[in-house]
Structure formats: C-alpha cells, structure tokens
C-alpha cells in the first residue's frame, strides 16, 4: 500500500465556526455572552456548565435552530438575536445542563436577585 493514503482523513476538519455566515458567527457570540451573563460564569467555564461543550457547540445549534432561509440572507438587520432565538437555543440547551456545576453555582450565590434573567432549572424538583 502506497504511504499518500494513510491517514488522508485525519486532515480533514470541518467547523461549524467557520462555515457560518458573518450574521449568524455573530449571533453565536452574542448567545455565548448571554449564557454567561445569565450563568454568572467565564466562557471558559461553559463546558463543566454544559455536557459535551466544545467550540462548535453554539454554531451547531444555531444552525439546527434557525430557518434555513438565514443562512443566505445578507442582511445586516438580522445580526442581532432576537428573543425567540434566545428561547429556542434555551430550551436546546437546557438538558445539557450539568447538575453538579448549577448545585455550586447556586451554593456560591452566583444568581443575585440584580439578574434581571432568571435561569430556571428544569431538571431539578
């Protein structure tokens, strides 16, 4: 066997980053800053937040969650996230919460009562 067809595969890496357009990259980055805004978190803390978070987490659901008719339009007015994106990506997220992560968020008091957005906790009782 010629050595040019071992690992061939191993090169190749495809981001959900970098196959967004600008409008919708954007929006990944406001939902990060929002999750962390409402978490009272780093971003570096996301994935003990979230089961299985990675950098191409946001993008990805963005791209499940969004009409397809987003991902061509051009238009600069759809940058922003509107609250109806914010809930449909909250309510894709919300299972992957980690239960031992909110228990000590919740223990060192990260959720004041100035948050004007209250995260809620569905999996626990």
Request: net charge negative; charged share 25%; proline share 7%.
């Amino acid at each position: 066997m010629e050595k040019a067809f071992f690992n061939r595969f191993e090169k190749q890496w495809i981001s959900y980053c970098k196959l967004l357009p600008s409008s919708l990259t954007k929006k990944a980055g406001d939902f990060e800053k929002y999750l962390c805004d409402v978490y009272g978190i780093s971003n570096q803390d996301l994935p003990y937040l979230f089961c299985g978070f990675n950098e191409d987490t946001i993008p990805s659901a963005i791209s499940c969650t969004l009409p397809p008719e987003s991902f061509s339009s051009t238009d600069n007015k759809n940058e922003e996230l509107t609250q109806t994106e914010i809930d449909s990506l909250r309510q894709l997220f919300s299972p992957l919460l980690n239960p031992e992560k909110i228990v000590e968020l919740n223990l060192h008091e990260h959720f004041n009562d100035n948050n004007p957005i209250k995260p809620t906790f569905l999996a626990f009782v």
